[in-house]
């Protein structure tokens, strides 16, 4: 049975989930447990409907890369290039090497995953890697207590094609384990690093909404914690090793409020670090009117939950509205949730440029920020233009004026990729079971202008060379042509078909060869030729597979 995330069921299910609601705020769990049962039992017997395919601009591709996974919930990047996510409700952390999968390398113990929303939620790499081998963990926990764990890594460590690597149970170190988990909706989830080396992990109010505006009760709360002065190997928490002394509250008597650097969040299931200004973009799921995307710039920011919604009042608690709350940066309407609309917004990536230039997206989306809805599907990008954020222009090929992409329903994480694709996890293909998915989202750049017909073909040096995984090969046609590329070894013999005899138009191309032959198998160290057949015209280039 797949779970729903972050906090509301889709279509003719959702009035149902109205009543949820309501049984948990009159107390009523025994019949809001019954009632969520009912409201999932339902979902799974929806059609099973494949996953509808996205629409995204010209020029961009998005491609199916892992398919048949178990709620794939968050991604991480080792700095080497492999791809580590976690599974939602088996708790197993999975990794990717180029395109191989490797089994699970770690199932977390004690994770509790009754609950809809509950799980493993959140993962995050040590940025001192392979020197500080760490991963870190955000989960329910049994007992009714989010922890927030640290494993250490043996194995491979900084080797991109090895899937050799596991994560010790017997390692881990608990940084937090009291955060409140009485209900088991708005958890919260996401850990990330900062610019600033430290680590920072979004909580939820745990569904006791007027708790975020206390710094001690860890929750609705944005945490910022210093991981360097933690011994190696288990142990216990021991949250004055955490306090920053930089930290907004690290003056005050409870050390909980040491470790917090924003405050009046509701549920920031998803949220990114923009890696050039050390900002936070934070997704912050709505109650009944707007979903929202706040921006952590400060230290010590009120994002004014749950006096304000989006831009609405809503709620005093009983004490008058604070000063200087920090309003978001954009809102959308999710008023239309009851009959399937918005609902969940999920905070993606600030877009920025890598080190390879024919990777990156074109050079008008630095700095763009990406989010997208659960349960609607769209992809959003916004635009900064002196001191506000708005939608950015539209683009050619974009499915509406208002969404970058339509079709991404169910994605519960996004992380702009060493190659610079936007990579995301799709958590479910209409909440069935085992249908989870890891896709990419590159740029393959059309034509800027028609090319005069006495233009040559040209066949792009691979990248990278040497390769530990996949290579891109790139190359533009000055006119239309029936185009076959493929991979040999010095002797001449095929190796793979990357494309094969289909008709092309005019315009520049990119494609990726997984480093795999024919028949799946990983081919081995060499020097191997890339041969790019036009019409008559064999082009050939070299490059070389290490591993």
Not at 4 to 9: A, K, Q, S, V
Not at 80 to 99: F, N, P, Q, V
Not at 106 to 116: N, P
Not at 158 to 171: E, F, K, Q, W, Y
């Amino acid at each position: 049975m797949s779970p729903i995330l972050p906090g509301r069921p889709s279509s003719a299910e959702s009035s149902l989930a109205r009543l949820v609601s309501i049984a948990r705020a009159a107390g009523l769990l025994s019949i809001a447990r019954a009632l969520s049962v009912f409201v999932v039992l339902l979902l799974g017997l929806a059609g099973a409907r494949k996953a509808p395919a996205s629409q995204i601009p010209t020029g961009f591709t998005d491609s199916l890369l892992v398919v048949s996974l178990d709620n794939p919930v968050a991604l991480a990047f080792l700095p080497d290039g492999r791809l580590m996510w976690a599974e939602l409700k088996t708790a197993r952390i999975r990794l990717m090497a180029g395109r191989q999968l490797a089994g699970p390398i770690a199932v977390i113990d004690s994770v509790q995953g009754a609950g809809q929303e509950q799980g493993l939620l959140g993962i995050a790499i040590d940025p001192r890697w392979p020197t500080s081998p760490y991963v870190y963990l955000f989960y329910d926990a049994l007992g009714n207590f989010i922890r927030i764990s640290r494993l250490t890594a043996s194995g491979d460590l900084s080797s991109p094609a090895s899937t050799n690597l596991v994560l010790d149970p017997a390692s881990r170190r608990d940084l937090i384990r009291d955060i409140p988990d009485v209900h088991d909706n708005h958890n919260g989830g996401t850990l990330r690093f900062g610019t600033d080396g430290m680590l920072y992990a979004g909580l939820a109010e745990d569904a006791t909404s007027c708790t975020a505006q206390d710094t001690v009760s860890l929750r609705g709360v944005m945490l910022r914690m210093n991981i360097a002065g933690l011994p190696a190997g288990p142990g216990a928490p021991n949250k004055a090793l955490l306090v920053p002394p930089d930290n907004p509250f690290a003056g005050h008597s409870n050390v909980n409020a040491r470790l917090v650097w924003a405050l009046g969040l509701r549920n920031p299931f998803r949220w990114s670090i923009d890696p050039a200004t050390g900002s936070i973009f934070i997704g912050d799921v709505g109650f009944n009117t707007y979903e929202e995307v706040d921006i952590a710039d400060a230290p010590g920011l009120d994002f004014g939950w749950p006096f304000y919604e989006g831009p609405l009042l809503y709620s005093p608690c009983g004490t008058p509205v604070p000063p200087n709350l920090r309003a978001p940066i954009y809102y959308y309407d999710r008023t239309g949730f009851m009959q399937g609309g918005a609902a969940s917004v999920i905070g993606g990536p600030v877009y920025h440029a890598v080190s390879c230039p024919s990777c990156n997206f074109p050079g008008e989306y630095a700095g763009d920020y990406f989010l997208s809805d659960f349960y609607e599907g769209f992809l959003r990008r916004l635009k900064r233009s002196g001191g506000t954020w708005a939608l950015a222009p539209a683009v050619p090929g974009q499915p509406s004026a208002t969404d970058w992409g339509q079709g991404f329903r169910e994605v519960a994480d996004y992380a702009v990729g060493p190659d610079g694709a936007l990579w995301y996890a799709r958590l479910s293909v209409n909440f069935q079971p085992l249908s989870g998915q890891i896709h990419r989202i590159f740029y393959s750049p059309p034509l800027a202008v028609p090319l005069r017909s006495e233009d040559a073909v040209r066949f792009g040096a691979p990248y990278p060379s040497p390769t530990r995984g996949s290579v891109r090969l790139s190359y533009v046609l000055p006119q239309a042509a029936r185009v076959e590329l493929g991979i040999f070894d010095l002797g001449g013999r095929r190796v793979a078909v990357v494309e094969r005899n289909r008709r092309v138009e005019p315009g520049r191309y990119s494609v990726d060869w997984s480093g795999k032959d024919d028949e799946g198998h990983e081919a081995p160290p060499g020097v191997y030729l890339a041969r790019l057949g036009v019409d008559r015209l064999d082009l050939v280039r070299r490059f070389a597979v290490v591993r």
